[in-house]
């Protein structure tokens, strides 16, 4: 089992930026493809980035329109812990930060919230006009 846990979130100015990093337990992330979320209050989640593997030790990094230049995702195997760096933060940005976890995801499920069986807890982060 892989316990996943979320910091970092708060409130920030726009334009301003915050690092959220997500502490996993149990399982390292290795072989799972890993990813962040974002639920804003009455919108459905939404899928901000991942990190997958394809054909062994390549990895490949993909990111929602919404957040392509201004956000990063980053992970740590070492420390067992994935990281993004937002940038350039927009009001349109606030909302409930969750990362999420599964082995074995292909294609383009990785965008899909239903595709993971781990998930955090969420952090909220909050940008200001």
């Known amino acids: 089992q892989v316990q996943l846990v979320e910091s970092g979130g708060g409130l920030v100015q726009a334009g301003g930026s915050l690092r959220l990093s997500c502490a996993a337990s149990?399982?390292?992330?290795?072989?799972?493809?890993i990813g962040w979320f974002r639920q804003a209050p009455g919108k459905e989640r939404e899928f901000v980035a991942a990190?997958?593997?394809?054909?062994?030790?390549?990895?490949?990094?993909d990111y929602a329109d919404s957040v392509k230049g201004r956000f990063t995702i980053s992970r740590d195997n070492a420390k067992n812990t994935l990281y993004l760096q937002m940038n350039s933060l927009k009001p349109e940005d606030t909302a409930v930060y969750y990362c999420?976890?599964?082995?074995?995801?292909?294609?383009?499920?990785?965008?899909?919230?239903?595709?993971?069986?781990?998930w955090g807890q969420g952090t909220q982060v909050t940008v200001s006009s």
């Open positions: 149990g399982r390292t992330f290795s072989s799972y493809t």
């Open positions: 990190i997958r593997r394809s054909g062994g030790i390549t990895y490949y990094i």
């Open positions: 999420a976890a599964r082995e074995g995801i292909s294609g383009s499920d990785y965008t899909v919230p239903t595709a993971y069986n781990y």
